[in-house]
């Protein structure tokens, strides 16, 4: 039976703890407040290496949000999260606090299912995918001049992690086959989406292997909603990895 969770955090006189969310418990994590480069809405903290990971979460697929700036959203991928058994890193600097009412309204009572790393910057988020998996071919970049097929799937077939970008600026269609390629537990996939306000910064786009685009009518809306843009991505990736012919075992 699942049971509702909260987060919070706390200031103290020398360093800071945020509970990090895992099935039916709160994990709190000691943070030193001797990097004085954060933020009072930034945050560092993973998961112990010794911990053990629940059984039913996918390992093939994750999903990033740089920089979100709007809790609502941050607490809807929260929810696509659970529903999907994707887990879920926030990059820092945040744009609220992990303890905020709107995050936790959000993702309702789902937070217990619900595998969430956060990171104080980009280059915390990415220094652990290189010390925990080969990411050699996270910085190779898809060439914007390449056709939207062909080459665009023979480019990530190597089986290694990547990053996938969704920007309005991208220059690959989001359901290109083999875009995502064939992540697996060793050699995930994370699919990365950037501020409400000012999308992905630089950094993630140069260290992503397709930088992909959902289509939209730009003379009517200029952006679709992160959370949407989220469960749009993750459900795709998952139609690409899984295929369509069976449903997944998730009772």
Known sequence: MLTRCATRSCCLASDRTIDILLP???????VSSSASSLSPTSFSSSLPEDQPQPSWLRRDLAIVLVHPQIPQNAGSAARTAAATRVPLHLVGPLGFEVSDARLKRAGLDYWNSVVLKVWPDWSAFEQWVSSSFDSSSCSSSLS??????EKASSSLKSSRPRFVAFSKRGNVHYATPGIYGSPTPTNPTFLLFG???TGLPPEAHRASAAVVRLPIDQREVRSLNLAVSVGVGVYEALRQVDGTDSLPDIG
């Open 144 to 149: 914007s001049s390449s056709p939207e097929g």
């Open 195 to 197: 501020a409400e306000t």
């Open 24 to 30: 039916k418990r709160i994990r709190r994590i000691r």
